[in-house]
């Protein structure tokens, strides 16, 4: 079955410096990888995605992603963390094969905390 | 440019009633989705659909049915509430098998269950 580990539940870093988000996943087939972020008292805002192709993938604010097959990871990085970054963030996959399994699967999600 | 709504946005039911909770999204994705968001738990998939007609359960499809007799919508609904069931509840949508395979978020149904 295919699953998603969020190990840290919250992150914190200083403005200016640079921040990770770790995120790995398992999937029988290829994954589809997405990084969603969530405001206080919102909805779920696309980030970025791995679809297939180069292994470092560029997404909205600034943010990036790297897929590392062999590792089966997919952390979120950005070079210099903004006060506004802090939200809480998911990673999350969907199977790469035809037929019946599309399900959409999150982790249970980093609370990314950004001091000034 | 509406994507996906979800209604109502808020709802306080006693234990025991029942409701439906509908999403309705405008861009004519193939699948569609019901998440509960808990504290702690992050997004657990209740059920999903596939295409119009077709329906699946997810991770935590007890006490919940759904029905898509149309394509822009998946209703999510709930016999017999419970106090367990209490929670955020956001619905998405998708394109199937080609396309950009984001899915598009709904801003979520605060349900309370007393």
């Known amino acids: 079955a295919q699953s998603v580990a969020q190990p840290e539940d919250q992150v914190n870093v200083a403005e200016g410096n640079p921040l990770t988000v770790k995120c790995t996943y398992s999937?029988?087939?290829?994954?589809?990888l997405f990084w969603y972020v969530q405001y206080p008292n919102r909805g779920l805002q696309f980030l970025l995605k791995y679809i297939t192709g180069d292994n470092l993938v560029k997404g909205s604010y600034g943010f990036e992603a790297e897929f590392n097959k062999s590792q089966t990871s997919f952390h979120l990085k950005k070079p210099s963390a903004l006060v506004s970054d802090s939200a809480l963030y998911f990673c999350?996959?969907?199977?790469?094969?035809?037929?019946?399994?599309?399900?959409?699967?999150f982790g249970t999600g980093t609370l990314l905390a950004v001091q000034p | 440019n509406a994507g996906v709504t979800q209604t109502p946005k808020f709802r306080v039911l006693k234990t025991g009633q029942s409701m439906t909770l509908l999403c309705a999204q405008d861009?004519?994705?193939?699948?569609m989705y019901w998440y509960r968001q808990d504290p702690g738990m992050g997004l657990r998939l209740i059920h999903y659909s596939v295409g119009e007609g077709t329906t699946a359960k997810g991770e935590v499809p007890d006490g919940y049915n759904v029905s898509r007799l149309k394509k822009q919508n998946f209703l999510l609904g709930l016999e017999s509430a419970a106090p367990s069931q209490t929670s955020v509840y956001f619905c998405?949508?998708?394109?199937?098998?080609?396309?950009?395979?984001?899915?598009?978020f709904g801003q979520g149904t605060r349900l309370t269950v007393v």
């Open positions: 861009m004519n994705h193939e699948y």
């Open positions: 999937v029988s087939g290829n994954p589809y």
């Open positions: 999350a996959v969907r199977e790469r094969y035809g037929g019946a399994t599309n399900k959409l699967i």
């Open positions: 998405a949508s998708s394109p199937g098998q080609t396309g950009s395979f984001q899915a598009f």
